[in-house]
């Protein structure tokens, strides 16, 4: 039977390899994808990812391909993110506390996120893409916290790629708010990459939802690296690869890629985990 895994994408700008590079391989390999983003507008690749003449600022290197700015491209101009899953649609917002009816509606929540848990029991892996526009629609997202959490309690494999990493660092459960990475080996975004200005988006959207006009915001909203280190704790481990072309860390059920370069690895270690047992790699 064919695996089946729940891709999320960012709708303000994801970067290109991160999605193609796990996606040809997964898909090869004869995998069922289905796309989903926060609202269910169709995402959007960022410019520099489908230019193979980009020169990242941090790195003072190419890092786009032409291979993938290629890939990129054809799927931007195909229909393959057209009609993405709404997560706004699928998973339940949690109630706010002072409201007047707060006991009831965190029923309500909690019996509504039960039954999208059981409607993640399809789904063998979740891969959460990155770029920049993860800091503004995922990573914060009590949905997308969910989705986390409903493959966490089914022991599933979980993915994050760059900027969506910090998705594991928030997603808590509400009541014991304690990092569900805490005591694990993570890779992420290393302070020494980051960028000091011209942190983009490739969409943006406004108070009611009506798309504005592309920005470069200056640096990065925060050092993921202080982030992820924090998360895991003193019994686990930030590693931020730097100087290495690949950083991809598998500690089971989590698996996490730094950068750009790392998509393929991340597709093919997919596979690894969910055909063959593989349950740590990287350290």
């Known amino acids: 039977m064919s695996k089946k895994v729940l891709v999320i994408l960012s709708e303000w700008g994801y970067w290109g390899e991160e999605l193609v590079g796990p996606y040809d391989v997964l898909n090869e390999a004869g995998y069922i994808i289905d796309f989903a983003t926060p609202k269910g507008r169709k995402p959007v690749a960022l ?3 489908m230019d193979e003449t980009f020169i ?14 290629k890939r990129t491209r054809e799927i931007e101009q195909s229909d393959l993110l057209a009609k993405p899953i709404d997560l706004s649609g699928w998973f339940p917002a949690m109630p706010y506390f002072n409201s007047p009816n707060f006991g009831h509606e965190l029923e309500a929540y909690y019996n509504k996120r039960e039954q999208c848990w059981k409607e993640l029991e399809q789904y063998d892996a979740l891969l959460m893409v990155g770029g920049s ?7 914060n997202n009590e949905r997308l916290h969910d989705v986390i959490l409903g493959f ?29 990475i805490w005591g694990k080996h993570v890779t992420g975004h290393a302070r020494e990459y980051d960028y000091k200005d011209s942190t983009g988006f490739a969409q943006m959207y406004d108070f009611e939802g009506k798309p504005m006009p592309s920005a470069n915001v200056g640096p990065a909203f925060y050092p993921l690296e202080y982030i ?22 598998l500690d089971y059920p989590f698996l996490t ?13 997919i596979i690894q985990v969910l055909e063959h047992g593989l349950r740590r790699y990287g350290w």
């Open 257 to 269: 890629g730094r950068s750009t370069q790392d998509g393929k690895l991340v597709g093919e270690l």
């Open 133 to 139: 526009g993860p800091m503004v629609d995922m990573n």
């Open 152 to 180: 966490l309690s089914q022991g599933k494999l979980i993915t994050a790629e760059c900027y969506a990493v910090t998705c594991l660092a928030f997603a808590r459960d509400w009541t014991e708010r304690k990092s569900i």
């Open 47 to 49: 410019p520099p990812s």
């Open 56 to 69: 990242d600022p941090a790195l003072d290197k190419y890092v786009t391909s032409a291979h993938y700015a």
């Open 228 to 249: 992820l280190r924090d998360a895991v704790g003193p019994e686990g481990q930030y590693h931020g690869g730097v100087g290495h072309t690949l950083s991809t860390i």
